[in-house]
């Protein structure tokens, strides 16, 4: 045999090896097959919590911040100061104002009282009408300008208000966007608080579900991690808003939460479980074996064959846990080959 041929069945051989060494140690790794099946039962939605009342406290004035009076978690009181800015130069304007009112009810009264003696001469036919005028005319005068200086110094009064931002009602304080020193502006968010007594859920649920929430006599919600039972919520507390998403084609869903709940706080993530009858006619669902799924960091997901045989990892969304069995949302399609064993299917290269 020529030398390059058998190069050639030397190659091709080596390939083979190499070949049945991956086929073997792809061989053992225990697939599930994934399938549908009808839904049954209750589905859910994800949702988040929000407060109803969400405030934030921002500056209608130029001015250091000179008092910081709370900070992140504190509950305050209706009418509590927050946080107080410089007033300084507010003040003498103030004070100012009041000055020159002062001033202008002084030389009002001058008017008045000349005014008077004008008139007394008038009647006795000493002066002209044109004498009298003016002094009438001045009177005005000296009336208009105190009205002027008076809303001039109210303005200010007004403004002096400002440089003490106080709660608007009683609550939590969620965040504190400013340090003492440092220069607020007008428009500048300062402190955001949200009153805890009002909170709901809002998730987006499929426009098939509205006609069977509406007729719903209550609602279910879900704080994992926090509640050990699911929070029923009556009709009457459930809102379900008219407008459809174009591109979801879903509608929110707000389910207002018993004002009693304790550590539940805007942001948390939290579950809505719909009725059976909110679902769509011929729903299906997918399960998997619980071991299969892989856990990393914000990441869940399972090893998926690809079409050459070759575990591949794919993220996917999970539901509700049945025993060994766990439902998968999305990521999965019928006929999928779902690696049971991710910690082997790992090592597959």
């Not at 109210?154 to 440089?163: D, L, R």
């Not at 009683?170 to 009153?195: I, T």
């Not at 098939?208 to 006599?217: E, F, H, P, Q, V």
């Amino acid at each position: 045999m020529p030398m390059p041929r058998l190069a050639a069945a030397a190659l091709m051989s080596s390939l083979l090896a190499t070949t049945g060494a991956w086929a073997a140690d792809a061989a053992p790794l225990a697939i599930h097959e994934v399938t549908t099946r009808a839904a049954s039962g209750q589905s859910s939605v994800d949702g988040v919590v929000e407060a109803v009342r969400d405030t934030v406290v921002s500056a209608q004035v130029q001015g250091a911040v000179v008092v910081l009076g709370v900070k992140a978690g504190d509950a305050v009181k209706a009418g509590q100061e927050l946080v107080r800015i410089d007033a300084r130069a507010a003040s003498q304007n103030a004070a100012a104002s009041s000055a020159q009112v002062e001033a202008a009810r002084a030389g009002l009264q001058v008017a008045s009282k000349e005014f008077e003696r004008q008139k007394q001469l008038f009647q006795k036919q000493y002066i002209s009408q044109a004498a009298l005028d003016r002094a009438q005319a001045q009177l005005q005068a000296s009336q208009a300008q105190v009205r002027a200086l008076q809303a001039q110094a109210g303005a200010a009064a007004t403004q002096s208000g400002f440089y003490a931002l106080k709660a608007p009602y009683s609550g939590v304080v969620s965040e504190v966007a400013v340090a003492l020193g440092d220069m607020a502006m007008p428009g500048k968010p300062l402190v955001r608080m949200y009153d805890p007594t009002a909170l709901r859920v809002t998730a987006m649920v499929p426009q098939m579900a509205a006609s069977a929430l509406a007729d719903a006599k209550a609602l279910q919600a879900e704080i994992p991690g926090l509640a050990s039972e699911r929070i029923t919520v009556p009709a009457e507390q459930a809102q379900l808003l008219p407008t459809v998403d174009a591109a979801t084609h879903t509608l929110q869903l707000r389910l207002a939460l018993p004002g009693e709940l304790k550590g539940v706080t805007p942001g948390m993530f939290a579950r809505v479980w719909l009725p059976a009858s909110a679902g769509a006619a011929g729903a299906q669902s997918v399960r998997i074996p619980a071991a299969a799924l892989v856990r990393r960091a914000e990441m869940t997901g399972v090893y998926v064959l690809s079409a050459e045989g070759r575990p591949l990892l794919r993220q996917v969304r999970v539901g509700r846990r049945d025993g060994d069995q766990i439902e998968v949302l999305s990521g999965l399609r019928q006929g999928d080959k779902v690696a049971t064993a991710p910690q082997a299917a790992a090592k597959v290269r």
